[in-house]
């Protein structure tokens, strides 16, 4: 999803958008990922969760038979 972002960038911005990434990792997770993939737009680290529920994004989910709190990959435009 990320990487579909980063490939489209130019364009979303050429419309007008702004693009923000949000996780819970840390900022130096945060800072290898988006070296890792080359993304041109900021990435978030929110530790604390106060964005991420802020938009509901927290909570349960379901893998391989196991339940777990994770986010719930989402894009808001």
């Known amino acids: 999803e990320a990487c579909n ?10 419309e007008g958008y702004e693009l923000l990434g949000v996780s ?3 900022e130096k997770r945060q800072a290898k990922f988006k070296e ?7 990435l978030l680290a929110d530790e604390d969760h ?3 529920n802020a938009f509901g994004v927290w909570g349960l989910k379901k893998f ?4 777990y ?3 719930h990959r989402k894009t808001f435009v």
């Open 5 to 14: 972002l980063r490939d489209n960038f130019k364009e979303l911005q050429s």
């Open 24 to 26: 819970a990792d840390s």
């Open 36 to 42: 890792k993939y080359e993304f041109p737009f900021p």
């Open 50 to 52: 106060t964005v991420i």
């Open 64 to 67: 391989m038979g196991r339940e």
């Open 69 to 71: 709190d994770g986010i």
